[in-house]
């Protein structure tokens, strides 16, 4: 293990540990927003019920976010610092707008939402609801502008061996970011979508059958229906967008070596890329598939990944699966939708216990994508940082192998034990499930009162105790 | 416009409102193994609970608007620090997480969360002070990179400020109970506040001999002919301050020793300043010469001139509405 393998490996782990929180933050506040304003327009219980239910659960998952996302804005310098200084007149101002924008929900919609229910009229509280699901896009659209600009760098000059900015709107408006935001916040949509599906469906399973339990489940899958094949056509024009701008990371997405001969590409739908032999092997092609998929023509071609110096060259291996996994994943989700429109159809929704089952399991499968998208994205562009100007080696900050030895041991044991109690706890909170018509007392919150916006996690009152099953019921 | 030095001040508002939001929360964080019965850890829980956490987010401001603005102090600095900086924020992990799952856990868990609690705090003001005297000692740089080794920042003189900053936040602590509770928990608030005034003043003394000692460009900074009559309110004010903080604590006067306390701890921060000034990677580079274009200090700047008063005026409001003392019994949640 070199010093550069241990500081990528110390980023992608907090990193991805950081990403899980912010995906849920995303798609439960959107959620949430949805759930009021049906409340708002029909009066049904069901709405209000899971509301509360919903918003104990992004309460804590908030807190989370703003706890790992602290770690985050330090690693830059700590772990990137000659990255950080070549291009942090760039990052920088994108990445403090993000903090700026985050500090600006916390500050006041965020108190109102989680508090103020009984404090302001209806319509205010909406209002707050609706800001808050809007500051989390925002805080995306910051975060991933600069990631993007990092894959697609523009609107830049290079001076002293610096970057400095010249055009903001373009510096944001990169090539890949609009795909790359509008890919990443449906994600965030459709994982949130699969954890509020099999939390229903655990409830479901053990018996526990009530209207909002019902309403949970039905609007999981409408997503899954409506807005996974949006995600499908959405992540292929994000495909064609890299073969265009990072053609390295496409071949050894595709784990294509080299064009032989007139035909067209095939796709390799399974194999393994072996980096060493610059081959894939044991590949299971389709022929042709690859041109029609990648240049929607018959023999069209695609830059091979032997056309890139080896130094040039993403790892192949993981990025294969990695995408594989992701696309398989999506592609489940698809079906899933399907299977509960056919279900819907018959009436079987809420009953047929296989199904129930699938989408139980199918409950972590977002973030896994999630993760496994990034590692695709991020792998991908390798050996950059900022493609093609700043390599990830000379990016690096100089620390020795014990220091990040030392650095990587503490946080992967603080991290599993921090958050995995937190996750715990998310779990524990999900199974209690939502009450019906629960009486609501005003438990004001905000100045002044134990529980408060600057606190996310204080609007959820339960302890464990209460929320163990076995002993509260 | 010199936009830098709009940026410095910027920077260093947003570490001092960090420093004194946060301190008296670690301040607590510390002096809780004083505070034995559950009852009473519910009472010094109880004085924070409304405002806690929120603070973080300036040490988030101060760091991603050092990048932006300053990306070779971001860079050299924090890498310079790297293991301190480190382990500060796994302290701040802790701290941040445990306040709410102490309340949340499972009755045989609660111990843990509560020595997460406690230890996080030490931990991260430990570091925090560490960081702060490596910082002054100066930073070794060769062609915009840290060039000294990974253990430089281990020396006396930064160990001393990571127990002088214990004492300190400490001290704000106590005298944050004393302006917030009564009874019992007061009473022992007194009698910690007694012992840390003395360890506080003994610090801020030594390290006044100390610093200067250590580094000939810093007591020339502080005692040529004329900075002599700038400098000299710091530490007029300070014996002042330390007086009247004294007399307070004697008179036994609830919110006064904490008014004087946040006075010792702002002029200490002043003097820090003067100590470094205009450099903001000791001891040669200025912040002109560390700073990004004025592209980037410009666009970041616009963002930062709304939003910051907006956030500021929210804060207040929060303390003001939450004036007055806590009482056993009244329930955090
Ligand atoms: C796609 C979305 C996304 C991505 C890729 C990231 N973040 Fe994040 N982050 C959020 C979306 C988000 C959020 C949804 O906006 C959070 C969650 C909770 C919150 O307050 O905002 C957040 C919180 C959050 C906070 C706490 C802000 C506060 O105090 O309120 C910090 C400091 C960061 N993030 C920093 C980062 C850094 C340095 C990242 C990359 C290296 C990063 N985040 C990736
Ligand atoms: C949006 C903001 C992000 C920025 C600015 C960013 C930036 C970076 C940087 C600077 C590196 C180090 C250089 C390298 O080794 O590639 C990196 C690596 C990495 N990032 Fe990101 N990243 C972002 C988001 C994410 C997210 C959300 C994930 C989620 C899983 C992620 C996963 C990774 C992984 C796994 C690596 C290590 C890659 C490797 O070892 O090759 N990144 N990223
Ligand atoms: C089903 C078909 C899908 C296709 C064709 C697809 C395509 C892609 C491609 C090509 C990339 C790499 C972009 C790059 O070059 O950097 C990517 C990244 C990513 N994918 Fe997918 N994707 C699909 C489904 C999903 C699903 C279901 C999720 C999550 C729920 C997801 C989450 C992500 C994330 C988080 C990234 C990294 C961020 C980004 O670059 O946008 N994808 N996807």
Redesign the interface.
Known sequence: MTALDLARIQFGFTISFHIIFPAITIGLASYLAVLEACWLKTRKPVYNDLYHFWLKIFA?NF??G??????M??E???NW?????Y???????L??????????L???FLGVMLFGRHKVGEGLHFFSTVMVALGTLISTTWIIASNSWMQTPQGYTLADG?L???D?LSVIFNPSFPYRLVHMSIAAFLSTALIVGAAAAWHLLRGNDNAAVRKMLSMAMWMMLIVAPIQAFVGDLHGLNTLHHQPAKLAAIEGHWENTGSDGTPLILFGWPDMEREATLYSVEVPRLGSLILTHSWDGKIPALKEFPKADRPNSTVVFWTFRLMVGLGFAMIALGLWSAWLRWRGELFTSRPFLNVALVMGPMGIVSILAGWITTEMGRQPWVVYGLMRTADGV????V??LS??LV??VL?YFA?FG??IG?LIRLMRIGPVLNEPREVDAG??????????P??A??????AL?PSRSS | MDLPFIWAAVILFAVLMYVIMDGFDLGLGILYPWFPAKEDRDVVMNTVAPVWDGNETWLVLGGAGLLAAFPLAYSVVLSAFYLPLIFMLIGLIFRGVAFEFRFKAHEHERHFWDKAFIGGSIAATFFQGVVLGAYEQGIPVVERMYAGSAWAWVTPFSLFTGLALLVAYALLGSTWLIMKTEGSVQEQAYRLTKKLVWGLLAAIVIVCVWTPLMNPGIAQRWFAYPNILYAAPVPILTVVSAALLLLAVAKRSHAAPFLFTLALVILNYVGFGISLWPNIIPPNISIWDASSPPQSQGFTLVGALVIIPLVLAYTLWGYYVFRGKVKHGEGYH
């Open positions: 804590v807190g989370m703003v706890v790992s996302g602290l770690v804005s330090y830059f310098g700590t610092s000659r990255f950080s200084d291009a942090g007149s760039v990052t920088g101002p990445l403090t707008y993000e903090v700026l924008t985050a500090f600006f916390e500050a006041g610096r400095i900015p010249m903001w900050s100089r620390h020795s014990l220091e030392i650095s503490l946080f603080i921090v109690a937190g706890y905000g100045p002044g009162q134990g529980r408060h916006a600057m606190r996690m204080s959820v009152t339960e302890s464990a105790d163990d």
